[in-house]
């Protein structure tokens, strides 16, 4: 215990007569620390990170996925230029992207989040998204998809129209002539009436659906803004300023005692 306080108290007087000897040296380390952190803190930008959470009601998530994760990996390339023709975007914005992630919120809602981290003077998040919208649509073996839902869905759309035009001649005839005429699908007003509200929801529904014939629609948008911190900057080069001139000043000493 006696040698742990004694050994304590060297390492005590030891960085004390270190301070000492080299008090110079150390507060020129930390003035040259202030200064690179003021410098640091003139050249930092915001930060910029947007988290939309969107909606696929026919797109596979994984196919999402995989056409985001190629995203980012151009952006951990560097390839900054693959990344401006595939996505149709200016070439200074790309640069200011440092990462693009996608994360399954709910499989079964077909819900999920991309998640886009930038930096620069204005927020750039915006045209990313549109940028990968478009390049999701871009997507051969999605645009023919689409297309085809797009089709299946119309052509239900002319069907549930024209069951339901039918239903009201059904219904009129019933109304005023207490028959349903020619046409004798249907004579219970009552279950008329369920047919026509049944096809009536049909085609309402097909609506829907019809708008969501796109890669994803966005459900909602969070935009997260950090700015440099001034105190920050000073703090952290500071810091490191200090370490590293300490550690250079104890191996020139220990080297030149050598000597």
Do not use: C, H
């Amino acid at each position: 215990m006696q040698d742990k306080e004694l050994n304590i108290e060297d390492l005590t007087q030891g960085i004390v007569s270190f301070i000492k000897k080299n008090i110079v040296f150390l507060i020129g380390f930390l003035i040259l620390g202030l200064i690179l952190g003021f410098v640091r803190y003139q050249k930092a930008k915001p930060a910029y990170q947007t988290n939309v959470f969107a909606k696929s009601t026919f797109i596979p998530l994984d196919l999402v996925k995989n056409e985001v994760t190629s995203v980012n990996a151009l952006i951990e390339e560097g390839n900054y230029k693959q990344l401006s023709e595939d996505l149709n975007l200016d070439s200074t914005q790309v640069v200011k992207f440092s990462s693009v992630k996608f994360f399954n919120v709910s499989e079964d809602d077909k819900i999920f989040s991309v998640q886009i981290k930038s930096l620069g003077d204005a927020n750039p998040n915006q045209a990313m998204v549109e940028g990968i919208s478009a390049y999701l649509e871009s997507n051969e073996f999605l645009s023919d998809y689409l297309a085809t839902k797009s089709e299946q869905l119309s052509y239900n759309d002319e069907i549930y129209k024209q069951a339901l035009a039918n239903l009201l001649i059904v219904q009129e005839g019933i109304i005023i002539g207490g028959k349903a005429s020619s046409y004798s699908l249907i004579t219970d007003p009552g279950s008329l009436s369920d047919e026509i509200v049944k096809y009536q929801k049909l085609i309402k529904n097909n609506a829907l659906l019809l708008d969501e014939v796109v890669p994803y629609r966005v459900i909602d948008s969070v935009n997260i803004v950090s700015s440099p911190s001034l105190k920050k900057s000073l703090l952290t080069t500071t810091i490191v300023i200090l370490f590293l001139g300490s550690f250079f000043l104890i191996t020139f000493r220990l080297f030149w005692t050598k000597s």
